[in-house]
Antibody, heavy 120, light 108 residues
Framework: QLQLQESGPRLVKPSETLSLTCTVS??????????WGWIRQPPGKGLEWIGS???????DYNPSLKSRVTISVDTSKKQFSLRLTSVTAADTAVYYC????????????WGQGTLVSVSS | EIVLTQSPGTLSLSPGERATLSCRAS???????VAWYQQKPGQAPRLLIY???SRATGIPDRFSGSGSGTDFSLTITRLEPEDFAVYYC?????????FGQGTKVEIK
């Protein structure tokens, strides 16, 4: 059974960089059929797709965050990572990693999510 | 960007009743590329429907999706106690992939 697990600091100071890693187990991160994405959810609010990466390193980003986001993949560790720079309180959210198909971008496996708070 | 508007915001129903949730897109969603998710408090979303009407693996047949163009819906024929949750639609017809704001189905 495929499992995804987010890890990283739970508290980040304003103007600093948020960094999270998602570890994939029970399946291959190099499957040609799937992409690996990040989605966030501010407390009490809806879902926002941040971006996705392919095992080759190809990425797609949400234009609303593109200037601040980098998503990378490390196939040897079966991990992919999110970096979000210049964070503000508006970036406080539960961050999920998830898998989607290469052609059909619906998210079929999700991590449990991790709450990252931006505060001094 | 395609904006998805879900209605109603909250649906108050009793177990056994039928629930119909709406998702309207600001522009046509190509190839019926709409998915639906269920989210319970403290949990990650769970995929219910993809391709507007295909049930994901393990999803009971009381859940069904329909629609095309700009209007999509999710129907739960007979609400079970475990179905009370928040439901989100998502479009993947064009970048960026976007979600609706959610419909909460609560016990009346």
């Amino acid at each position: 059974q495929l499992q995804l697990q987010e890890s990283g600091p739970r508290l980040v100071k304003p103007s600093e960089t948020l960094s999270l890693t998602c570890t994939v187990s029970g399946g291959s991160i190099t499957s040609p059929n799937f992409y690996w994405g990040w989605i966030r959810q501010p407390p009490g609010k809806g879902l926002e797709w941040i971006g996705s990466t392919y095992y080759s390193g190809r990425t797609d980003y949400n234009p609303s965050l593109k200037s601040r986001v980098t998503i990378s993949v490390d196939t040897s560790k079966k991990q992919f990572s999110l970096r979000l720079t210049s964070v503000t309180a508006a970036d406080t959210a539960v961050y999920y990693c998830a898998r989607h198909r290469a052609r059909d971008i619906y998210f079929d496996y999700w991590g449990q999510g991790t709450l990252v708070s931006v505060s001094s | 960007e395609i904006v998805l508007t879900q209605s109603p915001g909250t649906l108050s129903l009793s177990p056994g009743e039928r629930a119909t949730l709406s998702c309207r897109a600001s522009q046509s969603v190509s190839s019926r590329y709409v998915a639906w998710y269920q989210q319970k408090p403290g949990q990650a979303p769970r995929l219910l429907i993809y391709g507007a009407s295909s049930r994901a693996t393990g999803i009971p047949d009381r859940f069904s999706g329909s629609g095309s163009g700009t209007d999509f819906s999710l129907t739960i024929t007979r609400l079970e106690p475990e179905d009370f949750a928040v439901y989100y639609c998502q479009q993947y017809g064009s970048l960026p992939w976007t979600f609706g704001q959610g419909t909460k189905v609560e016990i009346k």
